[in-house]
């Protein structure tokens, strides 16, 4: 996450300044480098529709703090809210990774691999001796 931030802030950059990108459209959306003109913005709702469905499609680590996995649920709300006024062509970036990594994670726990890598790092049983 921390190696997309420069990529998000040039993404910013261009669709605030880049020339070539004010007046061109996409679907419904009539201007990338422009907000939704929708009196109920679309992409920012996807967007977060999406971030929720690669949390719950995300295996999670054993062992880790449960109040700090309740506020990462809370995280795409907080950037739906902070990227509701952003350009459309960086919520739709931001959507299109979203939706790839969602394809990606779909793909990867439905082969057979994931399931013998998941095997390979469970904990050894013990015996019922108590040895190992």
């Known amino acids: 996450m921390v190696l997309q931030i420069p990529f998000f ?16 459209s996409w679907l419904w959306v009539t201007d990338l ?20 469905a690669m949390q719950k499609m ?9 109040s700090q996995q309740k506020i990462m649920q ?6 739906g809210f902070m990227f509701y006024n952003f350009s459309s062509g960086l919520i739709l ?12 994670q779909w793909f990867f726990n439905r082969t ?3 399931a013998v890598a998941a095997q390979s790092v469970q904990p050894p ?8």
Not at 9 to 24: C, D, L, Q, W
Not at 39 to 48: F, G, K, Q, S
Not at 74 to 79: G, K
């Open 58 to 66: 995300t295996p999670t680590t054993t062992g880790g703090d449960p």
């Open 33 to 52: 480098s422009q907000p939704e003109t929708l009196p109920i913005r679309v992409l920012p709702i996807v967007m977060i529709i999406s971030q929720f």
């Open 93 to 104: 970036y931001y959507l299109t990774s979203n939706l790839v990594g969602i394809a990606q």
């Open 9 to 24: 802030i040039a993404f910013y950059k261009v669709f605030s300044v880049a020339v070539e990108m004010r007046g061109a």
């Open 125 to 132: 049983k013990k015996k019922k001796d108590g040895k190992k």
């Open 112 to 114: 057979s691999l994931a």
């Open 74 to 79: 809370l995280m795409p709300l907080f950037l």
